[in-house]
């Protein structure tokens, strides 16, 4: 075998050993996870929760939001699937177009952040299905322990006018999300580093 194929076919194969480990970890990253538009205490801030997946392979029909202690004026968006029904400490999306499992989409709020700075926001969420439910409502006692979590609520941590204060955590935090980025990079650096070697022996 010319030694020029037999560079190439060890560089494939090295991209292909990694490449399955990518794509059986990165699905457990899917949690339910909200964006704010500001993190300051006492202000208004926009929330937009993104739904990755449905339950188990079925599509969703309904999102269940409870609101944390502290937050107020809360206002829900309605959109061309979601019809929204806001109560004082809650918001429910319903849906006659189930989304289906293989989508994934957003529903929206609106809060005002309470004036303490450093405040623990958790925002459970009931996830409801055509068959069955996931309930993101699990709560880290501490930092260390987050990554345990299977089904996490979404949290946010109010910050200060400057950005002082604790820092903000969006959605679950999820140190897992960068092992799954580096192991994207090796699978990349495999196909890279066999294309350098095959151009070089090329040239050789």
């Known amino acids: 075998m010319p030694r020029t194929s037999a560079s190439l ?21 899917a949690h339910v996870t909200i964006d704010v538009s500001t993190t300051e205490a006492g202000e208004t801030a926009r929330v937009r929760m993104e739904v990755p997946h449905g339950c188990a392979g079925s599509a969703t029909t309904e999102l269940a939001v409870r609101m944390p202690a502290g937050v107020s004026e809360l206002a829900a968006e309605t959109t061309d699937r979601w019809s929204a029904q806001a109560a004082a400490d809650a918001v429910t999306f ?19 952040l309470p004036d303490e700075v450093g405040a623990v926001l958790v925002f459970p969420v ?41 820092a903000p955590a969006v959605g679950p935090p999820d140190d897992r999300v960068m092992a799954y980025g580096a192991v994207g990079l090796v699978a990349a650096g495999c196909l890279a580093s066999g294309a350098v070697l095959v151009l070089r022996r090329r040239r050789a």
């Open 126 to 166: 009931v996830q409801r299905c055509e068959v069955g439910e996931s309930a993101w409502t699990e709560v880290a006692a501490d930092a260390a322990s987050r990554d345990e979590l299977e089904q996490p609520a979404p949290v946010v941590v109010v910050t200060g006018a400057d950005g002082s204060g604790a």
């Open 94 to 112: 319903r849906t006659d177009d189930p989304l289906p499992d293989a989508l994934a989409d957003e529903v929206s709020f609106s809060v005002r």
């Open 9 to 29: 076919r060890a560089a494939l194969l090295g991209a292909a050993a990694v490449a399955p480990l990518v794509l059986a970890i990165a699905p457990a990253a």
